[in-house]
């Protein structure tokens, strides 16, 4: 049975940092991509955020460039998501995503106040 367990949201001032974790069972984890994506109040849909190969090659979109980094750790099944410099447009809750077989974790709620 996959499972995704987020961790690391919270409440951070403007200009702070978070680091958000994300803890993969029941899969082969060293041979799957994985994703963070996140989606905002009012959002219909999560737009994805960062991406990071099973070989651990990263990418994010331009919004994050700079600020967010991703990483994994496939040897205990972990893929983290450090953000910098956090901006209030950086609220949202963040999913950790298995890209396939696709499943999503339940979400992490990260607030950035002004």
């Known amino acids: 049975q996959v499972q995704l367990v987020e961790s690391g949201g919270g409440l951070v001032q403007e200009g702070g940092s978070l680091r958000l974790s994300c803890s993969a069972s029941?899969?082969?984890?060293?041979?799957?991509?994985m994703a963070w994506y996140r989606q905002t109040t009012g959002q219909q849909r999560r737009g994805m955020v960062a991406w990071i190969s099973k070989g651990g090659s990263p990418s994010g979109i331009d919004a994050v460039k700079g600020r967010f980094t991703i990483s994994r750790d496939n040897a205990k099944n972990m893929v983290y998501l450090q953000m910098n410099d956090l901006k209030p447009e950086d609220t949202a809750v963040y999913y950790c995503?298995?890209?396939?077989?696709?499943?999503w974790g339940q979400g992490t709620q990260v607030t950035v106040s002004s």
């Open positions: 029941g899969i082969a984890f060293s041979n799957i991509d």
């Open positions: 995503k298995l890209i396939a077989p696709e499943h």
